[in-house]
């Protein structure tokens, strides 16, 4: 099961890009690596998900360096309602076990 | 696409009552959904993995007798929570994964909801 490790909280400003970078040391071959996004009193929101290198989608771009050992959820030019709750969630693509086991999750804060 | 409706979004009940939370898949397939409890300021518990046409399967510490889990149809999983208490009062969140292989299990979740046993 490979455990995840992100930053409890961050702040940035409007209109700022970040970064939030995701441990996962133990992470195995067949894993892939999904963020989440979740506001208060709402389900999450799946984000991007990615297996290596660099993916990107309207949302964010998701960095993962070759060893995969760590990944970096990168969001451009924040709002203020980018601010929420993000999860880093490691598992396997075609098994659901693994999958499921959310960690802390990192507190977004965007001020004005 | 991939929209997963919960139903209903808040309730309150008195204690010792039962409550029926549903979750749909509105637009796919699900043959796995699973239910999750998140307190405030915490992160999202997995309570169970519900599979269609046969019995959920409950993580450890979770009475199976207490929160029954249905899931009669590729698009549809109840949760009922038996017997309410106080202390069962949280925030409900279901979530389904697609049938296709394709989607490499990403998971599309419901709004939540919210259980306030009085």
């Known amino acids: 099961l490979a455990k995840t490790t992100q930053p409890i909280s961050m702040d940035s400003y409007e209109g700022q890009e970040v970064n939030i970078t995701c441990s996962h040391n133990?992470?195995?071959?067949?894993?892939?690596i999904t963020w989440y996004q979740q506001f208060p009193s709402q389900g999450p929101r799946f984000i991007i998900q990615g297996y290596k290198t660099k993916v990107t989608n309207e949302v964010a771009s998701l960095f993962i360096p070759a060893d995969r050992k760590s990944s970096t959820l990168s969001l451009p030019r924040v709002s203020l309602s980018d601010t929420a709750v993000y999860y880093c969630?490691?598992?396997?693509?075609?098994?659901?076990?693994?999958?499921?086991?959310f960690g802390g999750g990192t507190r977004l804060m965007v001020k004005p | 696409g991939a929209v997963v409706s919960q139903h209903p979004s808040w309730v309150i009940c008195k204690s010792g009552t039962s409550v029926k939370i549903e979750c749909r898949s509105l637009d796919f397939q699900a043959t796995t959904m699973f239910w999750y409890r998140q307190f405030p300021k915490q992160s999202l518990m997995l309570m169970a993995t519900?599979?269609?046409?046969?019995?959920?399967?409950?993580e450890q510490g979770v009475e199976k007798d207490k929160f029954l889990i249905n899931h009669a149809s590729l698009t549809l999983s109840t949760l009922t929570v038996t017997s309410a208490h106080p202390e069962d009062s949280s925030f409900y969140i279901c979530?389904?994964?697609?049938?296709?292989?394709?989607?490499?299990?990403?998971?599309?979740f419901g709004a939540g909801t919210r259980l306030s046993v009085l």
């Open positions: 979530s389904a994964r697609a049938r296709a292989v394709l989607a490499k299990n990403i998971q599309y």
């Open positions: 133990n992470i195995a071959t067949n894993d892939y």
């Open positions: 969630l490691v598992g396997d693509g075609n098994n659901a076990g693994n999958m499921l086991t």
């Open positions: 519900s599979n269609e046409g046969s019995k959920a399967t409950y």
